[in-house]
């Protein structure tokens, strides 16, 4: 189905909503409020209400239901008695777990992923991030269809059933894995001209400071008070899943610049990882990350943690973080403040983003590691290196040259970052570095000669 279809069926669903049942599991003697409260959120941000929430302390994990027998006959009974449309657990089940679910409940059960790839459904927005977030359900949906949806009426949508692929839900394994195909090669093309503006900007030799952090932290916020964008922002999970880029002016310095993207979440299905691992490019690339905390979170160090997790998932863990302490605003006796690690650089910076506090103080954290992570030093080159050499020219990269006897010695000026990307994607070992003025006489003539 095309995504002119996948839209109109968006429309035609019940303005009124869905009407759910929430299974809250959790080890027994924990309260997990705050996990709670963040299901109740997801569950608002896919637009469902809820009739009812069940709570399910578990000393251990149950085969059949994920949950005690005792509980399931109170969630089959509730479910009946206010005809809920779907249940909805917080965590992930089984495809069998779910049949037997589904089975004794008489409706629809989905679990904390379907939530989730259902929110990314109904927010994408973009034609890539609409291939990426189908590609996503696709692949859930290959593990799950084992699953018997016979018993169910499956045709109706709505939650975790909404999205592109939709239709795809009637189709067996072999038609989705066409599909998969399809979307990935839509995807390739997409991303081709996406390289080709990233080569762009390279040449424009401009570092790229990349906003990361939990959903809602306040990342967009942010974006739009130090670039004067225009990105939406707003109270619910997940509102950004593009990523926008905008020029960020900093004192005494180059611009740079400053990227907005997805936010993160705990145990962020895998799949939507993969999927969305072109729009986390920029992150990847990224010569800082700025971690957006929202400072006033109860849960704020668990959300620390699970976003350091995610950016090792996508092979950012190696890029330098200032941590930026958000919403100050909201914390009594909390005044803007930068602090500083060991290595003598910013390591933090307390502001708000709704008032401005603490603005300028970011700006120059971020201008500090930029200007020292600029590298400017004599690398040798070898004479098979030289689609490596082309491309440092064609950043800009390149102050001065001499050739020698195997290769080149070439002065560059970059980010390391970069220089440690550029060189590993040649193939070669990080490069060896001569600061100061030219070594004379050259080391690689004296070693021939
Ligand atoms: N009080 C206060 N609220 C803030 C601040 N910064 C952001 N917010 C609010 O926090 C909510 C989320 O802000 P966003 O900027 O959309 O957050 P985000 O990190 O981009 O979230 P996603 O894109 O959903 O991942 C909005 O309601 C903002 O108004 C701040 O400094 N103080
Ligand atoms: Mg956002």
């Known amino acids: 189905m095309n995504h002119q279809g996948a839209r109109s069926l ?4 019940p303005q009124s909503g869905e009407r759910a049942v929430l299974v809250h599991v959790h080890e027994s003697g924990q309260a997990g409020t705050e996990e709670l409260a963040e299901f109740r959120e997801l569950v608002a941000a896919a637009d469902v209400e809820v009739l009812d929430v069940l709570d399910a302390p578990q000393r251990q994990p149950q085969p059949r239901y994920l949950i005690g027998s005792g509980k399931v006959d109170e969630l089959a009974a509730a479910v009946k008695a206010i005809q809920a449309d779907v249940v909805i657990f917080n965590q992930s089940l089984s495809p069998a777990q779910v049949r037997n679910l589904e089975q004794l409940c008489k409706t629809r059960v989905i679990d904390r992923i379907d939530l989730i790839l259902d929110i990314f459904a109904q927010r994408a927005r973009s034609f890539e991030g609409k291939l990426q977030v189908e590609l996503a359900q696709l692949e859930h949906l290959a593990t799950r269809l084992v ?8 045709q109706r949508g709505g939650i975790g059933l909404r999205g592109p692929g939709e239709t795809q839900l009637e189709t067996d394994r072999r038609l989705i894995g066409r599909r998969i195909r399809q979307i990935n090669d839509k995807l390739a093309k997409v991303r081709r001209h996406r390289q080709d503006s990233s080569r762009a900007r390279r040449r424009a030799n401009l570092s790229i400071v990349s906003l990361v952090g939990y959903t809602n932290a306040g990342k967009s916020t942010l974006f739009n008070r130090l670039t004067n964008a225009g ?38 299905p895998h799949e939507l990882i993969e999927a969305f691992q072109a729009t986390l490019e920029e992150t990847r690339e990224a010569t800082l990350l700025l971690h957006v905390i929202d400072a006033a979170a109860e849960e704020r160090d668990l959300r620390i943690a699970e976003v350091e ?11 330098p973080v200032v941590r930026v302490y958000n919403k100050i605003d909201c914390q009594p006796d909390t005044a803007a403040r930068m602090e500083r690690g060991a290595d003598g650089l910013p390591s933090a910076v307390w502001v708000s983003a709704v008032t ?29 290196a030289g689609r490596l050499r082309a491309r440092l020219f064609e950043i800009g990269a390149v102050l001065d040259e001499a050739v020698t006897a195997d290769g080149w010695l070439v002065e560059v000026a970059l980010d390391a970052g970069r220089a440690a990307a550029l060189w590993q994607s040649a193939g070669l070992a990080p490069p060896e570095m ?15 000669a």
Do not use: Y
């Not at 996508?314 to 890029?319: D, F, Q, R, V, Y």
């Open 231 to 268: 990105v939406f922002a707003a109270d619910q999970l997940f509102a950004t899943l593009d990523t926008t880029l905008r020029r960020l002016e900093l004192p005494g310095e180059n611009p740079v610049l400053l990227s907005d993207t997805v936010g993160f979440i705990r145990d962020l």
């Open 147 to 154: 699953r018997g949806w016979t018993h169910l009426e499956r």
């Open 309 to 319: 997790t995610v950016l090792e998932a996508i092979g950012a863990a190696s890029i």
């Open 434 to 448: 001569h600061f100061g003025p030219l070594p004379d006489p050259l080391p690689m003539e004296s070693t021939d």
């Open 10 to 13: 968006l429309f035609e669903r």
């Open 356 to 384: 401005g506090e603490g603005m300028d103080l970011l700006r120059d954290a971020v201008a500090e590691h930029i200007n020292q992570a600029k590298l400017q030093c004599w690398v040798s080159l070898p004479a098979s």
